[in-house]
Nanobody, 119 residues
Framework: QVQLVESGGGSVQAGGSLRLSCVAS?????MGWFRQAPGLDREGVAT???????IYADSVKGRFTISKDSAKNVLYLQMNSLKPEDTAMYYC????????????????WGQGTQVTVSS
């Protein structure tokens, strides 16, 4: 069992930055960030695996950076140049297998942290 607890969400103006954190209670080979805006399906934002390979959604490439502090077992998402369309609930997720873009493949989920970007 892996428990995930996110923090770091908030409200910012367009162009601003936020850093999300996710503390994990156990080990998972793949960890990632997903988001869900009202009325839309959950979508992948970024993933990182045990070899530190990363995958980003096209919409966040060059603006968001995923990283992991293995010693502390904390996952981060640095979000820069935020846009109103980034507004969503952001979820930390983990799975023991290789990373996947499909949120259905993830076993463990945090409770979510809200990010709101105003224009």
């Amino acid at each position: 069992q892996v428990q995930l607890v996110e923090s770091g969400g908030g409200s910012v103006q367009a162009g601003g930055s936020l850093r999300l954190s996710c503390v994990a209670s156990g080990y998972a080979y793949c960890m990632g960030w997903f988001r869900q805006a009202p009325g839309l399906d959950r979508e992948g934002v970024a993933t990182i695996d045990g070899s530190r390979s990363t995958i980003y959604a096209d919409s966040v490439k060059g603006r968001f950076t995923i990283s992991k502090d293995s010693a502390k077992n904390v996952l981060y998402l640095q979000m820069n140049s935020l846009k109103p369309e980034d507004t969503a609930m952001y979820y930390c997720a983990a799975r023991r297998g290789v990373c996947s873009r499909d949120y259905h493949d993830y076993t463990y989920w945090g409770q979510g942290t809200q990010v709101t970007v105003s224009s």
